[in-house]
């Protein structure tokens, strides 16, 4: 399993989703944000419309 973090990831950049349960999957970043137990999280956008979340160490710009 291939993961790339990505230090300089912001709202609006294309990414791909190379590790993960979205594997494969790619869009516009949007509403990053950190968990509680310090994690980067990240919503993406999908050209469809269609939403998901996941861990910005799954995510390459």
Known sequence: MKT???TK?????QCKVVAGTHAGKS??????KTS?????????KQQNGERFKTLAKNVEV
């Open 4 to 6: 790339k973090t990505t």
């Open 36 to 44: 509680k137990t310090g994690h980067l999280t990240i919503t993406v």
């Open 27 to 32: 869009g516009t970043v949007h509403d990053i």
């Open 9 to 13: 990831l912001k709202d609006g950049d």
